[in-house]
């Protein structure tokens, strides 16, 4: 029993036990905790979004109810938010593009559904410099609100373009294995 007990001790640390949490990566400070639509958000995770050796981002993940599943979170029917905080200077087109890529890869028979919300969403994703917030919100009942530095841009209507938006990072196949890690706590 003892040693059960000190084998769940020493894995809590591998686990959610940040969610919460302030995290700091790679100079970003994300709080633990964020009023989303007038709604307290718990920070599930953090991590560090690299294209070949280039840092491009920092994302932090906030959601109701933390998990380490995510799936479980992409297909949940509650108030999510991931923000992204710019290393360097990227083209919308590049950051749409790498979305895009990221549906066409985890939206799975869901996408030709999804077609044309997605080519709306590419359209309202802005050139970012360093420093600058890039954020998506999916609301229960609204939709996907994306915004740019607290700035509302549009929102893409439809749960079934919140969950495959959020499976762009925590699905199956995300362009990020350690950003992905990071961002349910891992």
């Not at 009023?35 to 491009?56: A, C, D, I, M, S």
């Not at 509302?152 to 079934?160: R, S, T, Y």
Request: proline residues 4%.
């Amino acid at each position: 029993m003892k040693k059960l007990a000190l084998t769940l001790i020493l894995a809590l640390p591998c686990g959610l036990a940040a969610a919460g949490t302030e995290m700091t990566l790679k100079g970003v400070t994300m709080p633990g905790t964020a009023l989303v639509e007038n709604k307290p958000l718990v920070l599930n995770g953090v991590g560090l979004r690299t294209k070949v050796v280039f840092k491009v981002y920092v994302a932090g993940l906030y959601l109701e109810t933390p998990s380490s599943d995510g799936m479980a979170i992409s297909a949940s029917d509650q108030l999510k938010h991931i923000e992204l905080v710019f290393l360097r200077a990227v083209d919308g087109a590049d950051v749409a593009k790498a979305i895009s890529d990221g549906f066409t890869n985890n939206a799975g028979m869901s996408l030709s559904a999804l077609k044309d919300r997605i080519a709306k969403f590419e359209k309202l994703i802005p050139s970012v410099k360093k420093g600058d917030k890039l954020s998506f919100t999916y609301n229960p009942g609204t939709g996907v609100v994306i915004r740019a530095d607290g700035r509302a841009l549009g929102v893409i209507e439809g749960k079934d373009f919140g969950d495959a938006l959020m499976r762009v990072w925590l699905g199956p196949k995300p362009s990020d294995k350690a950003l992905q890690n990071g961002l349910l706590g891992r």
